[in-house]
DNA sequence: CTGAGTAAGTTCAACAAACGAACTCACTCG
DNA sequence: CGAGTGAGTTCGTTTGTTGAACTTACTCAG
């Protein structure tokens, strides 16, 4: 009995869920994003096994979110590196810590925020509609055959 | 050996990961927006094995997105409803909705679409900084301590 | 030329979780 | 009294996770 596939569901949840659906996926894209990028960085980083690891990583260059890159040809050795379709991915993992540190903390703040390298100001993440610029009242939002 | 918990690391990407980082929670969730209440409604439209289904609802009210209510004495019959901190979660279903859509598909878009009920306007999702309301450059990013 | 070191994995045994079918419980309704 | 219903529980089987040990393909210091 495999683990239930979403892949190929209709839903643009199901199928992203079906990628990002475990414990450690969201993780592993998280340290990309921190600059990591050999196999025992992500290691030492997370404490992932290492079975789990060589899996994860080889599932996110299947799927084109990052790119195996030989850095040295003998001994050989390689770099997993963030592609556009990995970078873009930043916008879920994002959603993730604003949601995160408004409800998983209790009444402080987390004790980490994000700035913006070059104002040095906070940057809030939030997700808007594209169209109006505002937050989306999900009371008004309903699902439509395109 | 248990799954490897991450609802104590000081990162909220951690923590949020600790409570979707699975494949049926964040589809248990889109079946609430989509109003779903009961039991064996959530059953129907997923196709999730009863013990796990149990597991997951059971986990959602520990952590406050879904509240048990009764709504029926006898015999007894509850339902599964949002409270504020599940409908907040809206927002990482709709970056996850957003990421899917855009990289998930080929070349088509995915089959359905997000309207806005009284506008009649599609909703299309998009992750900004809440500050500047600009779509958020990753390589500007930056974590520092509070 | 030997032995230590290193990056990137693979292998393995123990355990946990998911699967799906069948079963239970507390009722109501015809 | 028997069928039906909502909300689960139980169970045997299969799949996935964990962590420790091992492997491979080299380089470099002595």
Same mark, same amino acid.
């Given at each position: 009995?495999?683990?239930t596939r979403f892949d190929d569901w209709p839903c643009p949840i199901a199928r992203t869920t079906d990628l990002i659906g =475990? +414990? +450690?996926t969201p993780l592993v894209m998280r340290e990309a994003f921190l600059g990591r990028k050999r196999f025992d960085e992500f290691i030492d980083a997370l404490g992932i096994p290492r079975a789990v690891l060589t899996d994860r990583l080889? $599932? &996110?260059?299947?799927?084109g979110l &990052? $790119?195996?890159?030989t850095y040295e040809e003998r001994p050989p050795r390689?770099?997993?590196k963030l592609t556009e379709k990995g970078l873009a991915f930043y916008d879920v993992l994002a959603a993730m810590w604003r949601w995160g540190a408004d409800w998983q903390w209790g =009444?402080?703040?987390p004790p980490i925020k994000l700035v913006d390298r070059d104002t040095g100001k906070e940057v809030v993440p939030a997700v808007? =509609?594209?169209?109006?610029?505002?937050?989306? =009242?999900?009371r008004r939002l309903r699902v439509r055959p395109r």
């Amino acid at each position: 009995m495999r683990r239930t596939r979403f892949d190929d569901w209709p839903c643009p949840i199901a199928r992203t869920t079906d990628l990002i659906g =475990d +414990w +450690w996926t969201p993780l592993v894209m998280r340290e990309a994003f921190l600059g990591r990028k050999r196999f025992d960085e992500f290691i030492d980083a997370l404490g992932i096994p290492r079975a789990v690891l060589t899996d994860r990583l080889d $599932r &996110l260059v299947t799927e084109g979110l &990052l $790119r195996k890159v030989t850095y040295e040809e003998r001994p050989p050795r390689f770099e997993y590196k963030l592609t556009e379709k990995g970078l873009a991915f930043y916008d879920v993992l994002a959603a993730m810590w604003r949601w995160g540190a408004d409800w998983q903390w209790g =009444d402080e703040a987390p004790p980490i925020k994000l700035v913006d390298r070059d104002t040095g100001k906070e940057v809030v993440p939030a997700v808007v =509609d594209e169209n109006t610029g505002q937050r989306i =009242d999900v009371r008004r939002l309903r699902v439509r055959p395109r």
